[in-house]
């Protein structure tokens, strides 16, 4: 069983930065694709980025060149720099590992951005 730790979420000014780290417990991180998404009020998941095991990465077009996403797999964390914040990135984020198709999931941090 996978468990996936979020931290670094809170509340920042619009224009300003934060950063989201996820640590994997387990042996299938560096195996494993993963990546953020998010999900504000009233609003469906949506994947913010995503990192494959081979180091490919791809971002949803609202966040292209303000986040971005990495990870250390001897620390089998994933993170997640998010810069220019707008109050539109506000939401709750979550860390996603897939390994064969299986989907895990932290429980979620909160990110406001206040204008």
């Known amino acids: 069983q996978v468990q996936l730790v979020e931290s670094g979420g809170g509340q920042v000014q619009a224009g300003g930065s934060l950063g989201l780290s996820c640590a994997a417990s387990?042996?299938?991180?560096?195996?494993?694709?993963m990546g953020w998404y998010r999900q504000a009020p009233g609003e469906q998941r949506e994947l913010v980025a995503r990192?494959?095991?081979?180091?490919?990465?791809n971002y949803a077009d609202s966040v292209k060149g303000r986040f971005t996403i990495s990870r250390d797999n001897a620390k089998n964390t994933v993170y997640l720099q998010m810069n220019s914040l707008k109050p539109e990135d506000t939401a709750v984020y979550y860390c996603?590992?897939?390994?064969?198709?299986?989907?895990?999931w932290g429980q979620g941090t909160q990110v406001t951005v206040s204008s």
């Open positions: 387990g042996s299938i991180f560096s195996k494993s694709d």
């Open positions: 990192m494959s095991g081979d180091g490919t990465t």
């Open positions: 996603n590992l897939r390994w064969r198709r299986i989907d895990f």
